[in-house]
């Protein structure tokens, strides 16, 4: 059994949790939705164990570091936490409807990294051996998945809320299942309360790491600078809540561009501009 | 002071003190940033400034574009930035003060038609066996009350972390913090880099902005630099050996300095960041031995330097590499291309040899069989010096960053008032965060307290 078999099966797992998302929507049967979970969460533990065992395989390849330097890597953890923040969502709260939002969101990582990015094993440069490497990457993906989760549930909002307007007798349709708009707008911040911390943490891991590598906390590389953007929307949306009129559709449009901003921090920057965050090259 | 200065001085105050102007500035500072990233900043390379018109250049200049970070106006909003933050907490703070140092203890039945949740229930005892009750209750199962008598009723309240209230607030002065930290370091730091070739030592580094000489005041020798790749040829460890010498003495002793493990002396710290030959005229040591058999000779040579071979032609060192494995990843250790010219003129043959393979160039089937020996060239490690005394100020406003943020999120004010009549007991509850979560703990809580 290699890391990349289950990786495959982790793919294939959100798959049949996405198709039934949306049977759930379409037929409103308590036990699709239950069986839309369980793939998911089969899926996370596959998915679990072969994040380990990649970071086993890259030790037996005598260059032992945990699976977060490069592109590939960073998908599949970036996937990773998506599930994960689900997950809290789906057990604390019990909304599962979600799920047809959000899960997309990690199955396309999946299917990208898989189908269409380098997954050999490479070694560490030297500017990534560091401890700071872990704690950095950790607490940003975290903070990206929650932003991810925010956005597929502010996408539900904009859904709900436009029915809502344009046929109040409606209580029919796939949109029969999603929780109230007032929820949906709750559960949105509640999803940012949580990445806002983190991506917070994140970015002073890595200006603490930068700190430590190179000497200076900051230095408007675009990636620092990205992140602040995003840090900036994100305060901004948090802000517009004690605002009257910054509630509800504006503030799912505001999570849908913070995490527009979040994507683009994260693949935009390595892809389409230059920096230290050299990964994006190695597609 | 006229009505009309005042008037304008309160107008003033109210818009720095509005939230408004913060959600703008928020938007401003995240859509300005972008162009930073993507118009190059400090000296634009003359590739892209080929891809702008002389027009766009100059107004690019002109409004700083280049050093965007720095400019007036990005300055100018981070400023009015730290002021609408101060602003706004000055406004509020005294209000939130107030909540959390003077609570309101007694629930009056204006005061609970206030508030969210309220219960209403009987209950069996006079109104100081009730006290005693409820008190004993809000202690083991919330937080230990504050018992107040007003006209024959007692009024108990009961608070959790009121300090929560105060979490933005920490988040707003680790801003204030973080800002003052990053000046200190401006004025009193300095980010700078040396280059020192193997074996010698200096006292001066150069700033990085405008190469001004800066004195260290003790003297940094790079004892030896070494780099190692893996196998795939991508490097895998850059390592210098220094030595620190302050008044003649060596207080620090060969301490290898690498990509992520820098060394700090009296503040200044010096980060492994670049290599290099030195470039002054290192000996390259080859073997060459005539197939047809004979002893081998053995000759070193500068580079660009043609020596005389045993059979009249002539070599020259075109270049050198201390590890090729960058270049043909098949190979490792050191190698050399050379050119060797045959006797009376003639093509010159261009071929590469490695130290490590001594026996490979017998393959190429020339006259005359190479092996490279190595050289003695000196390397010079490239560091970068920083010296920044703000950087713990800046810690600590992230710390205060980390910690107002779990406050303001994690954590809500949660407040219980109870009032006690004569076999009759109401209960009221607030919470300034997550009301709904709130909501579910005072409902178990009334529970219990009906099943007693």
């Known amino acids: ?283 | 002071m006229t009505t009309s200065n005042r008037g304008f001085l309160e107008a003033l105050w109210d818009f720095f003190c509005s939230l408004k102007l913060a959600i703008f500035l928020l938007i401003m500072l995240a859509a300005t940033s972008i162009i930073g990233t993507v118009i190059p900043q400090g000296t634009p390379p003359p590739e892209y400034l080929q891809t702008i018109s002389d027009a766009k250049y100059k107004i690019y200049s002109a409004l700083g574009f280049f050093d965007m970070y720095h400019s007036w106006w990005f300055i100018l909003l981070l400023y009015l930035f730290t002021v609408n933050i101060v602003a706004c907490s000055i406004k509020r703070l005294p209000r939130v003060w107030k909540a959390i140092s003077e609570p309101t203890l007694v629930m009056d039945e204006g005061f609970e038609k206030t508030l969210g949740l309220t219960r209403d229930f009987k209950m069996d005892g006079d109104a100081a066996t009730l006290r005693d009750k409820m008190a004993a209750f809000l202690k083991g199962e919330f937080a230990e009350p504050v018992v107040t008598e007003r006209d024959g009723e007692f009024h108990l309240f009961a608070q959790k972390t009121p300090y929560s209230r105060l979490g933005v607030y920490v988040v707003h002065l680790s801003i204030v913090v973080i800002f003052i930290g990053a000046l200190i370091g401006s004025f009193f730091g300095y980010k700078a880099y040396v280059n020192i070739v193997e074996g010698t030592g200096t006292s001066v580094v150069y700033n990085r902005n405008g190469q001004k000489p800066i004195d260290l005041g003790f003297t940094v020798r790079c004892e030896d630099f070494s780099v190692s790749f893996y196998d795939t040829g991508a490097p895998k460890e850059f390592k210098s050996l220094l030595t620190v010498i302050d008044g003649g003495k060596v207080v620090v002793d060969k301490r290898p300095i690498i990509v992520n493990d820098p060394l700090t002396y009296k503040g200044i710290t010096f980060y492994q960041s670049s290599y290099g030959p030195a470039g002054e005229g290192g000996l390259y040591h080859f073997t060459v031995r005539e197939r047809k058999g004979g002893a081998p000779v053995k000759l070193s040579l500068h580079q660009g330097e043609r020596k005389l071979l045993p059979d009249g032609s002539s070599m020259q060192v075109l270049e050198a590499a201390q590890e090729v494995s960058q270049f043909i990843p098949q190979f490792q250790g050191p190698a050399a291309r050379i050119e060797v010219t045959p006797k009376g003129g003639g093509t010159p043959q261009v071929f590469i040899v490695f130290q490590n393979y001594p026996d490979f160039d017998s393959q190429r089937g020339g006259d005359l069989i190479f092996s490279y020996d190595g050289s003695d060239e000196k390397m010079f490690t490239g560091l970068q010096v920083a010296k920044d005394p703000g950087v713990w100020v800046v810690w600590t406003g992230c710390f205060l960053m980390v910690v107002g943020c779990c406050m303001a999120f994690f954590m809500s004010h949660k407040r219980i008032w109870i009032r006690v009549r004569k076999g009759h007991v109401t209960l009221g509850g607030s919470a300034n965060k997550n009301q709904p979560g709130f909501q579910l703990a005072f409902d178990a809580l009334v529970d219990k307290l009906k099943q007693q």
């Open chain 1, 1 to 283: 059994m290699t890391s990349s078999m289950l990786f495959n099966i982790a793919t294939f797992s959100y798959l049949i949790s996405m198709l039934a998302f949306f049977a759930f929507l379409a037929v409103k049967s308590r036990q699709v939705g239950l069986a839309g979970s369980l793939a998911s969460y089969f899926g996370f533990i596959v998915h679990s164990a072969a994040i380990l065992l990649r970071w086993k395989e890259s030790y037996d390849m005598g260059m032992g570091h945990a699976p977060l330097s490069n592109l590939y890597e960073s998908v599949v953890f970036f996937a990773w936490t998506i599930i994960l923040i689900f997950g809290i969502i789906d057990l604390k709260y019990k909304y599962r409807v979600v799920g047809a939002f959000v899960v997309p969101f990690a199955l396309l990582g999946m299917a990208w990294a898989q189908l269409g990015l380098h997954s050999g094993i490479q070694p560490l440069v030297p500017a990534l051996q560091s401890n700071w490497l872990l704690y950095h990457v950790i607490t940003c993906f975290l903070g990206y998945a929650a932003f991810a989760v925010a956005c597929g549930i502010s996408i539900m909002y904009l859904i709900k809320s436009g029915k809502d307007e344009s046929a109040a007798s409606g209580q029919g349709g796939i949109i029969a299942m999603f929780p109230s708009i007032k929820i949906l707008d709750d559960l949105n911040y509640k999803a940012i309360i949580i990445g806002f911390p983190l991506l917070t943490l994140g970015i002073i891991t890595g200006a603490a790491w930068a700190n430590y590598a190179w000497g200076t906390y900051w230095s408007w590389d675009p990636k620092e600078t990205w992140s602040l953007i995003v840090w900036f929307i994100y305060a901004a949306f948090l802000h517009a809540r004690f605002t009257r009129g910054w509630v509800g559709k504006k503030a799912a449009i505001l999570s849908i561009v913070g995490f527009a901003a979040t994507i683009f921090c994260y693949l935009g920057v390595n892809l389409l501009l230059s920096g230290l965050h050299s990964y994006g090259g190695g597609g």
